[in-house]
């Protein structure tokens, strides 16, 4: 595991270098692969993040839709829940197996909103007030992407991005925007945050990013 992934920092070196600037005591990322280093690792590009809870958080969901809405923390919490078991994979190499995430998946709340048909794409906000990702329609209409609540079986923690983050279960783990504020349906893709420093839009674990080592998912 520590060769796979050492092999993975080194296709792509100059990727590393937006990723040091965040990790800073471990630009490598390798502490994230020994034995006991293998749970998460924070990362946030903002350098302070307001809490936000039952009160006073919300996402919108807006853009190319017909019924554009505002859903509270119980609002979301109302809906059927999804879960979805799979690994959590940071394109930098660390990797957390078999995490459990629940959420509302997100092709219901597209449902909801009623997609218009030029819609293309999505763009997700962050109450961070940073930091953006995308997803082609197509694959935010899959249904192990979730508009995640709970994360190992309990609330999701502000550190993991709570009270609300995405969940993009096939792809690198920073397509999992956290601290999630919007969803805007828009006619194309809006690279988000890594995107546009030179991560794939298309983050397929194991099939982006340099990599083709790994089975599909
Ligand atoms: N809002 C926001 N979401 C984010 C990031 C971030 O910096 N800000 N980093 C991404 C990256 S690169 C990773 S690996 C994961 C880290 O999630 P964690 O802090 O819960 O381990 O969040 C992703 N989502
Ligand atoms: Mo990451």
Redesign the pocket.
């Known amino acids: 595991m520590l060769g796979l992934g050492a092999a993975g920092l080194v296709t792509a070196p100059y990727l590393q270098r937006g990723?040091e600037a965040?990790v800073g005591s471990d630009p490598t990322g390798l502490s994230g692969l020994l034995p006991n280093g293998g749970g998460?690792?924070?990362?946030?590009?903002?350098s302070s993040?307001p809490e936000r809870g039952p009160q006073d958080y919300r996402l919108t969901v807006n853009g190319l839709v017909d019924r554009p809405g505002t859903y509270t923390l119980d609002a979301l919490r109302a809906l059927p829940q999804t879960r979805v078991v799979r690994d959590?994979q940071?394109?930098?190499g660390?990797r957390?197996p078999s995490t459990p995430f629940e959420g509302v998946s997100l092709p219901r709340l597209l449902d909801a909103a009623g997609v218009r048909p030029q819609a293309r794409a999505v763009r997700f906000e962050?109450f961070?007030g940073?930091?953006t990702?995308s997803l082609t329609l197509p694959q935010a209409r899959r249904d192990d992407v979730l508009v995640a609540l709970r994360?190992q079986d309990r609330p999701l923690g502000h550190?993991?991005?709570g009270p609300v983050?995405?969940y993009v279960a096939p792809m690198?783990?920073?397509?999992?925007?956290?601290?999630?504020s919007g969803i805007t349906l828009t006619d194309r893709v809006e690279p988000g945050?890594?995107e546009r420093l030179g991560y794939d839009v298309d983050a397929w674990v194991g099939r982006s990013n340099g990599r083709d080592d790994a089975p599909t998912v």
């Open positions: 990723f965040v998460f690792r924070y990362y946030s590009v903002a993040v959590v940071c394109v930098t660390w957390v962050c961070d940073t930091y990702e994360m550190d993991h991005g983050r995405l690198y783990f920073y397509k999992s925007a956290k601290w999630l945050y890594w």
